[in-house]
């Protein structure tokens, strides 16, 4: 700070002479003089008056110049004046918003005085300025293990003009954060300096990736323990026993190897390793169980004569709970209890692997044929309860030792093993038809609806050898099935895979469609809860001249096969670009915009056009966010974290989209530089008729809230959405409750 404000002294008076503000002003009071001298005398001496008249105009000139210099002086000092209104709030916001504290201080025979705070101090510390100058509160909430090396600093202060330490303060809120404070000398008598206070508790407090600093700042409970160069424990702070259950005495002298019991290292006898972070389970003074991570650095110099090392302690128990919450919610389908997507995908590929060479497998997809019209005639909650009782129905069908899988809705699914003749499968398909086609009773007027399903199936080897072709190949055969119009079944036949036209036609296409105007954007509003626009989505479209408009899940299958991913990637941004400069060329201001990315878009290409933009215009990377689907998170590539830490780092806001859909939601919380999620649209949708959708969404908001990160809900339909949205402290959200996407020169307009 310090250097940017020498910068800017030397920068203003090597500004030329003529340049400057009072130069400037002289020299225009000097030419209106002139011109008033010369010009008035002109117009006197021209006019045909009286010699009376002209005499007293000329007794008059004076004093009309006294009026022309009021009005003139009135002029100037106005825009001075609100050139200084505007820089003084520039300042007060800048102040505001910054992460680092400023403040003056005085060092008086009574103690040491603050004079003045930056007001973003109630905002970090959460003490008010009024609360900070009040005598001794400097002292009086600095760690006790830490007050002599303060008082040493003060005296410092008598022989250095500036320099910089680092202690543990306490927060309003009751726990301690590591500060760096940094003193610069402004006047010896009396002694007074200017500072600034900027929290690096994430330098103390790390795992994998340097983050749980961020956490500690948001309510994960961290405390810290000084460590001599025998690795023996010199003292401990409040939060390090409250979270280990252990008292000072017991911690004293003692190894942190004696102490506490590691899970993910092998050799207990050997010190815990510096600068990585170990996971540590126990018991606290309540007997419950804890986890916590454990890191050890090397102490800072000068942090106290006899500490060679810290060791960190933040209690993740809170976050393990609500970890394998999440990954429940990942494998299970919430209606019908049965194991999800996610569930089927594992246990395939395990049964692959140990099935016999001579048995047969095979993957049956049901789905309900016009299932939407059940819910369109009789409501989401009727075609719930009949999705529960056919649940029911196909487990009472499922051969012993199968499972029973929900892909969504009223997609299910099984995987037969064991299977020996092709004649077993069928039986079993057809016991699965009876169990649609039975009636379903309603709960008044007799009422009953029946129900069809389009089941198709892919056998194992014969139609492939990997679970992921299977499945592949077991929807296309269910979709085989919907369009055939008196059979409601159907085998994985090789044609199926290859008579694909719409996918041939796009196979050719992808190559010159982003010469062509048929790759277009269009653009979805996020609003805050109080309705205001604060961003837009950029979502892709592809109108293809013969096939309609495609969305992304559509024709990215293509573009990936040629290779070419990486380049739509690029277009997409740089037509957002393009299209952010003509909004502001109007006059509208879009807010922040959002990019839909999948992994194999985040790529070192990827990263050298955004350092680009980043050079041509920096101001612009502040307001591109992009959306990294969760799911396609699961199996990163290569290089990918780092990518998207490099990138993080260039400013630009990295979102985890469709959060909760996939396995490791919690893991990229850990791993990633996230500052916002998006709630996949499914836990959105019976929000309000669901009472364990809206606890689980709030379960999620709250834990994300507690993690300093920001909350968007995707999908919202209807006002009772938002409001269970609104009371559950959701930041954003996105539904066609207001609009559906829309082209660039519709999305801001107010129909």
Request: proline share 3%; charged share 25%.
């Amino acid at each position: 700070m310090k250097d940017k404000m020498k910068l800017t002294t030397q920068h203003k008076w090597r500004r030329p002479f003529f340049k400057r503000p009072e130069v400037i002003l002289v020299i225009a009071y000097i030419v209106a003089a002139i011109v008033w001298e010369i010009g008035s005398s002109a117009l006197i001496q021209n006019l045909t008056l009286e010699t009376d008249t002209q005499n007293l105009m000329n007794r008059w000139k004076p004093w009309g110049f006294v009026v022309l210099s009021v009005f003139f002086l009135f002029f100037f000092t106005r825009i001075w004046v609100l050139r200084l209104k505007k820089s003084r709030e520039l300042l007060y916001n800048y102040l505001g918003n910054s992460p680092t504290i400023h403040y003056e201080l005085r060092s008086l025979d009574s103690g040491i005085r603050i004079d003045w705070v930056s007001p973003n101090c109630e905002r970090i510390m959460g003490y008010s300025p009024e609360e900070v100058k009040a005598p001794g509160w400097w002292l009086r909430n600095i760690h006790p293990n830490d007050t002599q090396l303060a008082k040493k600093t003060i005296l410092r202060s008598l022989e250095e003009d500036q320099f910089v330490y680092e202690y543990r303060f306490r927060h309003k809120q009751g726990h301690y954060v590591w500060v760096r404070d940094e003193l610069r000398r402004t006047n010896r008598r009396p002694l007074s300096f200017q500072g600034s206070w900027t929290n690096i508790s994430a330098d103390y407090v790390d795992n994998s990736n340097g983050k749980a600093g961020e956490l500690s700042e948001h309510g994960v409970l961290s405390g810290i323990a000084l460590l001599n160069k025998h690795r023996k424990v010199i003292s401990v702070d409040a939060p390090f026993t409250e979270i280990s259950g252990l008292t000072e005495a017991q911690c004293v002298n003692s190894k942190l190897e004696e102490l506490f019991t590691a899970t993910d290292i092998d050799d207990l006898d050997s010190n815990f390793p510096c600068n990585q972070s170990i996971l540590i389970v126990g018991r606290n003074a309540e007997k419950k169980r804890y986890s916590a991570v454990l890191t050890i650095r090397e102490a800072v110099s000068g942090f106290s004569e006899e500490a060679t090392y810290t060791a960190t302690l933040s209690d993740v128990t809170r976050m393990k709970q609500q970890q394998r919450q999440l990954q429940k919610l990942a494998f299970f389908d919430d209606l019908t209890g049965l194991p999800n997507g996610n569930s089927l995908a594992l246990d395939l590929s395990r049964l692959l692997d140990e099935l016999p060479s001579d048995r047969l497998a095979a993957v049956l997809v049901m789905n309900v044929d016009h299932f939407h019209q059940v819910n369109d005639k009789y409501g989401h909650h009727i075609g719930d309860k009949i999705l529960q009782r056919l649940t029911q129905r196909l487990k009472e069908v499922t051969p012993f030792g199968t499972k029973l899988y929900n892909l969504g809705g009223d997609e299910f699914a099984i995987v037969l093993n064991h299977i020996v003749e092709y004649i077993d499968i069928q039986n079993i398909i057809l016991q699965i038809q009876k169990a649609y086609e039975r009636p379903f009773g309603l709960t008044s007027d007799d009422q009953q609806v029946q129900l069809t399903a389009s089941i198709g199936a892919s056998v194992y080897p014969l139609d492939g050898h990997d679970s992921g072709k299977l499945l592949a190949q077991a929807n296309l055969a269910m979709n085989s099935a919907k369009d055939q119009q008196n059979e409601n079944q159907a085998y994985f036949k090789q044609e199926l895979e290859n008579r694909s036209y719409d996918e041939i036609q796009l196979e050719e296409d992808v190559h010159s469609v982003l010469q062509s105007e048929q790759m277009q954007l269009v653009y979805q509003p996020v609003l805050n809860m109080d309705k205001q626009v604060v961003g837009v989505e950029a979502l892709l479209r592809w109108e293809h001249p013969e096939l309609g408009t495609l969305h992304p899940e559509k024709f990215l299958p293509q573009f990936d096969a040629n290779g070419m991913l990486d380049t739509l990637g690029i277009w997409v941004i740089e037509n957002v670009v393009a299209q952010v400069e003509r909004w502001q060329q109007q006059n509208i201001t879009p807010g922040k915009i959002a990019i839909n990315l999948a992994t194999e878009q985040i790529s070192q290409r990827l990263y050298q056009a955004m350092n680009r933009l980043n050079k041509e215009n920096p101001k612009l990377l502040a307001k591109i966010e992009f959306d990294l689907s969760e799911s396609s998170l699961s199996e990163p590539l290569p290089n990918t974290l780092d990518i998207i830490e490099q990138l993080h780092e260039l400013g630009i806001t990295l979102v985890i989209d469709r959060f909760g859909k996939g396995i490791g939601s919690m893991l990229h919380l850990k791993t990633m530089a996230v500052s916002k999620i998006k709630i996949e649209r499914e836990f959105i949708r019976d929000l309000d008729t669901n009472e364990r959708s809206r606890n689980l969404v709030k379960a999620v908001i709250r834990m994300t809230t507690e993690l300093g990160l920001e909350v968007q809900a995707v999908g919202v339909e209807n006002q009772a959405q938002l409001d269970k949205l609104k009371e559950f402290g959701c930041h954003y959200w996105q539904g066609q409750l207001y609009k559906l996407p829309q082209a660039a020169d519709d999305v801001f307009s107010s129909d």
